[in-house]
């Protein structure tokens, strides 16, 4: 894949079940952390709120969630269905990440970054 110029270029270039898995997480994130901005970062789409909040993006049998190891330790109970390894988590479009947990993820995350301030 073209490195992307926007989020948007990135997920026109995902075939369509995982883009919609990609789009019904990005619009979870978004919600959960409203002053977050987006970018495009080491390729893929990104959210940035006093520093790296979570990433996103699409391969070939799965798609991944990236945040921080401490997190993916502290939440392993609540992943221990998915496959995870550091601070990835990685979930196929047949068995989407819960979007209560997405938003705990991301709350967390973002309390995580303000405290590094």
Do not use: W
């Amino acid at each position: 894949m073209k490195k992307p110029s926007s989020v948007a270029a990135y997920l026109r270039a995902v075939p369509p079940a995982p883009r919609a898995a990609l789009q019904k997480l990005r619009k979870t994130i978004k919600a959960a952390a409203p002053e977050a901005t987006e970018v495009i970062s080491y390729g893929i789409p990104m959210f940035k709120h006093h520093g790296m909040l979570v990433g996103y993006a699409a391969f070939k049998d799965h798609c991944s969630l990236f945040m921080s190891t401490a997190l993916t330790k502290a939440y392993s109970r609540a992943l221990a269905s998915y496959d995870t390894s550091k601070g990835t988590i990685r979930f196929t479009v047949d068995k989407p990440l819960p979007a209560t947990l997405v938003r705990r993820l991301v709350k967390a995350r973002i309390a995580q970054n303000e405290r590094k301030r």
